[in-house]
Protein backbone atom coordinates (compact mmCIF):
# COMPACT_ATOMS: atom_id res chain seq x y z
CA UNK A 1 0.00 0.00 0.00
CA UNK A 2 0.90 3.49 -0.91
CA UNK A 3 3.29 4.45 2.21
CA UNK A 4 1.14 7.84 2.23
CA UNK A 5 -1.87 6.24 2.67
CA UNK A 6 -4.06 7.68 5.97
CA UNK A 7 -5.02 5.10 8.05
CA UNK A 8 -8.72 4.56 9.16
CA UNK A 9 -11.91 2.36 9.12
CA UNK A 10 -11.47 0.37 6.33
CA UNK A 11 -15.27 1.09 5.05
CA UNK A 12 -16.32 -0.39 1.44
CA UNK A 13 -16.81 2.62 -1.61
CA UNK A 14 -20.27 1.66 -2.03
CA UNK A 15 -21.67 2.02 1.16
CA UNK A 16 -24.44 4.90 0.86
CA UNK A 17 -24.86 4.23 -2.90
CA UNK A 18 -25.04 0.80 -5.40
CA UNK A 19 -24.17 0.89 -8.82
CA UNK A 20 -26.99 0.08 -10.93
CA UNK A 21 -27.96 0.43 -14.67
CA UNK A 22 -29.88 3.62 -15.75
CA UNK A 23 -30.49 3.87 -19.55
CA UNK A 24 -33.82 2.54 -20.73
CA UNK A 25 -31.87 2.29 -24.50
CA UNK A 26 -28.70 1.06 -25.63
CA UNK A 27 -26.10 0.24 -23.23
CA UNK A 28 -26.86 0.78 -19.41
CA UNK A 29 -24.85 3.52 -17.93
CA UNK A 30 -23.67 2.84 -14.55
CA UNK A 31 -25.05 5.52 -12.13
CA UNK A 32 -25.05 5.74 -8.19
CA UNK A 33 -28.18 6.36 -6.29
CA UNK A 34 -29.33 7.39 -2.79
CA UNK A 35 -30.91 4.58 -1.05
CA UNK A 36 -33.95 6.20 -0.48
CA UNK A 37 -35.25 9.46 -0.74
CA UNK A 38 -32.85 12.11 0.16
CA UNK A 39 -34.15 15.16 1.86
CA UNK A 40 -32.95 18.22 0.25
CA UNK A 41 -30.63 19.31 2.78
CA UNK A 42 -29.03 16.45 2.90
CA UNK A 43 -24.96 17.10 2.60
CA UNK A 44 -21.84 15.27 2.88
CA UNK A 45 -20.62 14.13 6.68
CA UNK A 46 -17.67 11.45 6.09
CA UNK A 47 -15.23 10.35 9.35
CA UNK A 48 -12.10 12.16 7.88
CA UNK A 49 -8.99 10.11 7.09
CA UNK A 50 -10.86 6.82 5.67
CA UNK A 51 -9.17 4.62 3.81
CA UNK A 52 -11.37 3.06 1.65
CA UNK A 53 -10.90 -0.24 -0.74
CA UNK A 54 -12.78 -1.12 -4.14
CA UNK A 55 -11.95 -3.94 -6.61
CA UNK A 56 -12.31 -3.66 -9.87
CA UNK A 57 -12.32 -6.02 -12.89
CA UNK A 58 -11.20 -4.78 -16.36
CA UNK A 59 -12.95 -6.60 -19.04
CA UNK A 60 -13.72 -7.60 -22.57
CA UNK A 61 -16.84 -6.78 -23.49
CA UNK A 62 -18.42 -7.11 -26.85
CA UNK A 63 -17.27 -5.69 -30.49
CA UNK A 64 -14.04 -5.28 -29.05
CA UNK A 65 -14.68 -2.91 -26.47
CA UNK A 66 -13.37 -2.93 -23.15
CA UNK A 67 -14.46 -1.86 -19.89
CA UNK A 68 -14.11 -1.64 -15.93
CA UNK A 69 -17.03 -3.11 -13.28
CA UNK A 70 -16.97 -3.87 -9.49
CA UNK A 71 -18.21 -7.53 -10.17
CA UNK A 72 -16.51 -10.18 -12.54
CA UNK A 73 -18.49 -10.67 -15.49
CA UNK A 74 -20.36 -7.11 -14.90
CA UNK A 75 -17.80 -4.15 -16.72
CA UNK A 76 -19.50 -1.32 -18.42
CA UNK A 77 -18.72 1.81 -20.07
CA UNK A 78 -18.19 3.88 -18.25
CA UNK A 79 -17.10 2.10 -15.49
CA UNK A 80 -18.05 2.68 -11.96
CA UNK A 81 -18.32 5.81 -10.03
CA UNK A 82 -16.13 6.14 -7.54
CA UNK A 83 -16.74 8.80 -4.90
CA UNK A 84 -14.61 10.17 -1.76
CA UNK A 85 -14.49 12.68 0.96
CA UNK A 86 -11.33 15.34 0.93
CA UNK A 87 -8.79 13.36 3.12
CA UNK A 88 -9.87 9.96 2.67
CA UNK A 89 -7.56 7.75 0.59
CA UNK A 90 -8.88 5.28 -1.84
CA UNK A 91 -7.06 1.85 -2.62
CA UNK A 92 -8.32 0.14 -5.60
CA UNK A 93 -7.16 -3.57 -6.10
CA UNK A 94 -7.74 -3.65 -10.78
CA UNK A 95 -7.70 -7.16 -11.87
CA UNK A 96 -6.89 -7.69 -15.72
CA UNK A 97 -9.17 -10.39 -16.82
CA UNK A 98 -8.01 -9.40 -20.90
CA UNK A 99 -5.02 -10.50 -23.09
CA UNK A 100 -3.69 -7.40 -23.05
CA UNK A 101 -1.43 -4.72 -20.95
CA UNK A 102 -3.58 -2.09 -19.06
CA UNK A 103 -3.93 0.12 -15.91
CA UNK A 104 -6.02 2.87 -14.15
CA UNK A 105 -5.11 6.25 -13.97
CA UNK A 106 -6.51 9.02 -12.10
CA UNK A 107 -7.04 12.75 -12.28
CA UNK A 108 -7.69 15.48 -9.23
CA UNK A 109 -6.00 13.46 -6.85
CA UNK A 110 -2.91 12.60 -5.69
CA UNK A 111 -0.66 9.56 -6.04
CA UNK A 112 3.25 7.89 -5.46
CA UNK A 113 4.79 7.06 -9.18
CA UNK A 114 4.02 3.09 -8.56
CA UNK A 115 0.63 4.21 -8.56
CA UNK A 116 0.62 6.54 -11.27
CA UNK A 117 -0.80 3.97 -13.74
CA UNK A 118 1.79 4.96 -16.79
CA UNK A 119 4.36 2.82 -18.58
CA UNK A 120 6.80 6.18 -17.75
CA UNK A 121 6.42 5.11 -13.94
CA UNK A 122 6.28 1.03 -14.74
CA UNK A 123 2.91 1.45 -13.68
CA UNK A 124 0.18 -0.95 -15.17
CA UNK A 125 -1.18 -4.71 -15.17
CA UNK A 126 -0.15 -7.56 -17.46
CA UNK A 127 -2.38 -9.74 -18.55
CA UNK A 128 -3.52 -11.58 -16.17
CA UNK A 129 -2.41 -9.70 -13.42
CA UNK A 130 -3.62 -7.81 -10.00
CA UNK A 131 -1.99 -4.74 -8.74
CA UNK A 132 -3.12 -1.97 -6.22
CA UNK A 133 -3.11 1.67 -6.68
CA UNK A 134 -3.46 4.36 -3.98
CA UNK A 135 -5.07 7.58 -4.42
CA UNK A 136 -5.38 10.35 -1.99
CA UNK A 137 -7.02 13.28 -1.63
CA UNK A 138 -6.53 16.45 0.77
CA UNK A 139 -8.30 19.44 1.94
CA UNK A 140 -7.86 23.22 0.76
CA UNK A 141 -4.43 24.49 3.20
CA UNK A 142 -2.81 28.44 3.39
CA UNK A 143 -0.42 28.65 1.12
CA UNK A 144 2.01 30.37 3.60
CA UNK A 145 4.54 33.06 3.09
CA UNK A 146 1.81 35.37 5.17
CA UNK A 147 -0.33 35.93 2.02
CA UNK A 148 -4.61 35.17 2.31
CA UNK A 149 -4.30 32.46 -0.78
CA UNK A 150 -4.66 29.02 -0.97
CA UNK A 151 -3.81 25.83 -1.99
CA UNK A 152 -6.76 23.76 -3.93
CA UNK A 153 -7.94 20.49 -2.27
CA UNK A 154 -9.27 17.66 -4.36
CA UNK A 155 -12.43 18.35 -4.17
CA UNK A 156 -14.13 18.83 -7.79
CA UNK A 157 -15.60 16.05 -10.37
CA UNK A 158 -12.74 14.17 -12.08
CA UNK A 159 -12.05 10.80 -13.74
CA UNK A 160 -9.95 7.88 -14.28
CA UNK A 161 -8.92 6.10 -17.46
CA UNK A 162 -6.42 3.35 -19.04
CA UNK A 163 -3.16 4.45 -19.67
CA UNK A 164 -1.29 1.42 -20.77
CA UNK A 165 -3.64 -0.54 -23.30
CA UNK A 166 -2.47 -0.44 -27.22
CA UNK A 167 0.52 2.49 -26.58
CA UNK A 168 2.41 3.71 -23.68
CA UNK A 169 -0.34 6.59 -23.61
CA UNK A 170 -3.32 4.42 -23.15
CA UNK A 171 -4.89 5.64 -26.67
CA UNK A 172 -6.48 2.17 -27.29
CA UNK A 173 -7.62 2.14 -24.02
CA UNK A 174 -9.53 4.74 -23.83
CA UNK A 175 -11.21 4.46 -27.14
CA UNK A 176 -12.31 0.90 -26.66
CA UNK A 177 -14.39 1.98 -23.30
CA UNK A 178 -11.61 2.08 -19.94
CA UNK A 179 -12.75 4.68 -18.45
CA UNK A 180 -15.24 6.54 -16.16
CA UNK A 181 -16.05 9.21 -13.45
CA UNK A 182 -14.14 9.96 -9.85
CA UNK A 183 -15.94 12.72 -6.99
CA UNK A 184 -13.78 14.25 -4.61
CA UNK A 185 -16.61 15.92 -1.67
CA UNK A 186 -15.88 18.63 0.34
CA UNK A 187 -17.84 17.94 3.79
CA UNK A 188 -21.11 19.99 3.71
CA UNK A 189 -21.46 19.31 -0.08
CA UNK A 190 -25.36 18.80 -1.42
CA UNK A 191 -25.73 14.84 -2.21
CA UNK A 192 -27.67 14.03 -5.11
CA UNK A 193 -30.81 11.59 -5.35
CA UNK A 194 -29.40 10.34 -9.09
CA UNK A 195 -26.30 10.77 -10.61
CA UNK A 196 -25.19 9.94 -14.29
CA UNK A 197 -21.94 10.19 -16.19
CA UNK A 198 -21.86 11.50 -19.77
CA UNK A 199 -18.56 10.90 -21.84
CA UNK A 200 -18.14 13.02 -25.08
CA UNK A 201 -14.89 10.29 -26.43
CA UNK A 202 -14.30 10.91 -30.21
CA UNK A 203 -17.71 11.47 -31.96
CA UNK A 204 -20.16 9.18 -29.12
CA UNK A 205 -21.48 9.53 -25.64
CA UNK A 206 -20.06 6.51 -23.20
CA UNK A 207 -18.85 4.58 -26.52
CA UNK A 208 -22.37 5.30 -28.44
CA UNK A 209 -24.24 6.88 -31.29
CA UNK A 210 -27.64 8.11 -31.13
CA UNK A 211 -30.43 7.08 -31.35
CA UNK A 212 -28.46 4.47 -29.25
CA UNK A 213 -27.06 6.82 -26.51
CA UNK A 214 -28.41 6.35 -22.75
CA UNK A 215 -31.85 7.85 -21.78
CA UNK A 216 -31.07 9.41 -18.31
CA UNK A 217 -34.17 9.17 -16.20
CA UNK A 218 -35.27 11.19 -12.82
CA UNK A 219 -38.37 12.11 -11.46
CA UNK A 220 -39.99 15.38 -11.17
CA UNK A 221 -38.15 17.26 -8.68
CA UNK A 222 -35.50 15.29 -7.88
CA UNK A 223 -31.96 16.50 -7.36
CA UNK A 224 -29.59 15.62 -10.05
CA UNK A 225 -25.95 14.90 -10.89
CA UNK A 226 -24.02 14.82 -13.83
CA UNK A 227 -20.18 14.09 -14.19
CA UNK A 228 -19.19 15.23 -18.18
CA UNK A 229 -16.07 14.17 -19.29
CA UNK A 230 -14.18 14.54 -22.49
CA UNK A 231 -12.00 12.18 -24.29
CA UNK A 232 -10.56 11.63 -27.85
CA UNK A 233 -8.94 13.81 -29.98
CA UNK A 234 -12.15 16.06 -31.07
CA UNK A 235 -13.11 19.24 -29.35
CA UNK A 236 -16.98 19.59 -27.74
CA UNK A 237 -19.28 20.82 -25.57
CA UNK A 238 -22.25 20.16 -23.34
CA UNK A 239 -25.52 21.17 -23.51
CA UNK A 240 -28.47 20.52 -21.63
CA UNK A 241 -32.39 21.25 -22.15
CA UNK A 242 -34.32 23.41 -20.54
CA UNK A 243 -31.86 23.32 -17.08
CA UNK A 244 -28.99 25.42 -16.09
CA UNK A 245 -26.07 25.62 -13.45
CA UNK A 246 -23.63 27.73 -11.91
CA UNK A 247 -20.13 27.83 -13.58
CA UNK A 248 -18.46 26.82 -10.18
CA UNK A 249 -17.33 23.71 -8.72
CA UNK A 250 -20.71 22.26 -7.54
CA UNK A 251 -22.93 23.95 -9.94
CA UNK A 252 -24.72 26.19 -6.97
CA UNK A 253 -24.70 29.84 -5.98
CA UNK A 254 -22.95 30.45 -2.90
CA UNK A 255 -25.01 33.59 -1.85
CA UNK A 256 -27.65 35.84 -4.09
CA UNK A 257 -24.87 38.18 -4.56
CA UNK A 258 -22.57 35.46 -6.28
CA UNK A 259 -21.21 36.70 -9.80
CA UNK A 260 -20.75 33.38 -11.06
CA UNK A 261 -22.19 33.06 -14.30
CA UNK A 262 -25.42 30.58 -15.06
CA UNK A 263 -24.71 28.35 -17.91
CA UNK A 264 -26.44 25.54 -19.91
CA UNK A 265 -23.64 24.82 -22.42
CA UNK A 266 -20.07 24.54 -21.28
CA UNK A 267 -16.77 23.45 -23.20
CA UNK A 268 -15.70 19.57 -22.66
CA UNK A 269 -12.54 18.86 -24.22
CA UNK A 270 -10.17 15.43 -24.18
CA UNK A 271 -8.88 15.35 -20.67
CA UNK A 272 -11.93 17.66 -19.38
CA UNK A 273 -14.21 16.86 -17.01
CA UNK A 274 -16.55 18.89 -14.68
CA UNK A 275 -20.01 18.04 -12.87
CA UNK A 276 -22.91 20.07 -11.19
CA UNK A 277 -26.43 19.20 -9.82
CA UNK A 278 -29.61 20.57 -10.99
CA UNK A 279 -33.45 19.80 -9.78
CA UNK A 280 -35.35 17.53 -12.83
CA UNK A 281 -37.87 19.80 -14.43
CA UNK A 282 -37.29 22.86 -12.46
CA UNK A 283 -39.24 26.05 -13.44
CA UNK A 284 -40.12 23.77 -16.88
CA UNK A 285 -41.92 20.80 -15.58
CA UNK A 286 -41.36 17.36 -17.04
CA UNK A 287 -40.73 15.86 -20.49
CA UNK A 288 -38.10 14.22 -22.98
CA UNK A 289 -35.00 16.94 -22.53
CA UNK A 290 -32.31 16.59 -24.91
CA UNK A 291 -28.22 16.68 -23.87
CA UNK A 292 -25.86 16.98 -26.95
CA UNK A 293 -22.95 18.62 -28.02
CA UNK A 294 -23.47 21.91 -29.34
CA UNK A 295 -20.93 21.50 -31.92
CA UNK A 296 -23.76 21.22 -34.87
CA UNK A 297 -21.81 18.89 -36.68
CA UNK A 298 -21.12 16.26 -33.83
CA UNK A 299 -24.60 16.55 -33.14
CA UNK A 300 -25.99 15.64 -36.22
CA UNK A 301 -23.62 12.69 -36.51
CA UNK A 302 -25.18 10.99 -33.25
CA UNK A 303 -23.42 12.96 -30.40
CA UNK A 304 -26.83 13.43 -28.80
CA UNK A 305 -29.10 11.91 -25.66
CA UNK A 306 -32.11 12.06 -24.01
CA UNK A 307 -32.54 13.42 -20.11
CA UNK A 308 -36.44 11.96 -19.23
CA UNK A 309 -38.17 13.86 -16.63
CA UNK A 310 -41.09 11.80 -15.38
CA UNK A 311 -43.88 13.34 -13.07
CA UNK A 312 -43.21 12.87 -9.56
CA UNK A 313 -44.93 9.27 -9.42
CA UNK A 314 -42.52 8.35 -11.73
CA UNK A 315 -45.08 7.91 -14.52
CA UNK A 316 -44.81 8.97 -18.12
CA UNK A 317 -45.49 12.98 -18.98
CA UNK A 318 -47.38 13.92 -21.57
CA UNK A 319 -45.85 13.49 -25.12
CA UNK A 320 -42.12 12.30 -23.53
CA UNK A 321 -42.79 9.18 -25.09
CA UNK A 322 -43.67 10.58 -28.38
CA UNK A 323 -40.81 12.71 -28.08
CA UNK A 324 -38.65 9.58 -27.35
CA UNK A 325 -39.93 7.68 -30.57
CA UNK A 326 -39.00 10.50 -33.01
CA UNK A 327 -35.44 10.46 -30.90
CA UNK A 328 -34.91 6.87 -31.85
CA UNK A 329 -36.31 7.57 -35.68
CA UNK A 330 -33.75 10.50 -36.40
CA UNK A 331 -31.35 10.15 -38.97
CA UNK A 332 -27.53 10.45 -38.02
CA UNK A 333 -24.76 11.03 -40.26
CA UNK A 334 -22.41 7.65 -40.88
CA UNK A 335 -19.60 7.90 -38.29
CA UNK A 336 -16.36 8.52 -39.39
CA UNK A 337 -13.71 5.01 -39.16
CA UNK A 338 -11.73 6.33 -36.42
CA UNK A 339 -14.22 6.66 -33.65
CA UNK A 340 -14.47 3.79 -30.62
CA UNK A 341 -16.83 0.67 -30.98
CA UNK A 342 -19.91 1.58 -30.14
CA UNK A 343 -21.28 -1.94 -28.25
CA UNK A 344 -24.52 -1.35 -29.53
CA UNK A 345 -24.27 -0.56 -33.34
CA UNK A 346 -22.67 -2.03 -35.92
CA UNK A 347 -18.53 -1.57 -35.80
CA UNK A 348 -16.90 1.19 -37.35
CA UNK A 349 -13.38 -0.58 -37.99
CA UNK A 350 -11.44 1.22 -35.32
CA UNK A 351 -8.86 -0.94 -33.76
CA UNK A 352 -5.14 -0.09 -34.37
CA UNK A 353 -2.53 -3.14 -33.88
CA UNK A 354 -1.29 -3.15 -30.24
CA UNK A 355 2.10 -1.27 -29.92
CA UNK A 356 5.05 -2.99 -27.90
CA UNK A 357 7.01 -0.42 -27.43
CA UNK A 358 6.84 3.90 -26.66
CA UNK A 359 5.60 4.92 -29.50
CA UNK A 360 4.47 8.55 -30.48
CA UNK A 361 2.22 9.17 -33.44
Same mark, same amino acid.
Given at each position: ????? #?????????????????????????????????????????? #???????????????????????????????????????????????????? *???????????????????????????????????????????????? *???? !?????????????????????????????????? *? *?????????????????????????????????????????????????????????????????????????????????????????? #??????????????????????????????????????????????????????????????????? #?? !????????????????
Amino acid at each position: MDKHA #QTGWFNKLVTRRSVLATSTVGLAVPAAMTLGAAAPSNTANAQ #QGVVKKVTIYAEDLPNSALGYGLEPGKATIPGPLLEIYEGDTLEITLVNRTN *RRLSIHPHGVDYSTDSDGAPLNNSFNNPGETRVYTWRSREMSAAGGGS *RRFL !PGSAGYWHYHDHAAGTDHGTLGIAKGLYGGLIVR *R *RGDILPDKQFVAVFNEMSINNLIAPNTPIFEANLGQRVEFVAIGHGNQFHTFHLHAHRWADNRTGYLESPTDPTPSVDNKDLNPGSSFGF #QVIAGEGVGPGAWMYHCHVQDHSERGMSGIFLVRNADGSMPPGAQEAIDRFKGHVHSAAATAEPVPL #QA !PATGFAPKPAEGHEHH
